[in-house]
């Protein structure tokens, strides 16, 4: 995979803000594969293109997920979620990833999902807590992040759903049975 040929590729399909943070992700999760033993270029190829499919319009979305028989509840869920499945299906289709491990990290960006991979952890957290991201606890994030994947993925998996609560929005089930089996084996972190 040319990265060069990859970025200019994905930097026309997004607004360059958009893509600033796709590149922050992405030195962020090439940072964290590094530290807890995740092959680099898997960690960089998962987060350059994780939001690749983000500006596309909701009709090209859902006709995507049906030809692929996506989890139909997702649906039923704000659309926001949709762009990390037909992530994964454009970086198999249109670039050739095949890589069962890096197409998940695409995929659960959004949501988690029990039984993740070091390296969905790592797309999962360097998408929460990359340089621009700014929101209360954000810092205590990436100290947790240099500490423990697990430690991090707890706690980002806790801010997530506990920000949905307090909007008062749906949680898709992926995220809360990734909380639960955070919560009960790993421990809760606040």
Known sequence: MDVEKVKAEIAKRMPNKRFAHVLRVTETAMMLAEKYAVPVRQAEQAALFHDIAKYMDEASLQAMMRKENVDGRLFSFHPELWHAPVGAIIARDEFGITTEDILNAIRYHTTGRAGMSTLEKVIYIADMIEP????????????????NIDTAMSACIH???QFLVSKKVPVFPDSIDCYNEHVMTKGNVK
Do not use: C, H, K, N
């Open 132 to 147: 621009g991201r700014e929101f209360p606890g954000v810092e205590r994030l990436r100290e947790l992040a240099e500490q």
């Open 159 to 161: 801010q997530s759903v």
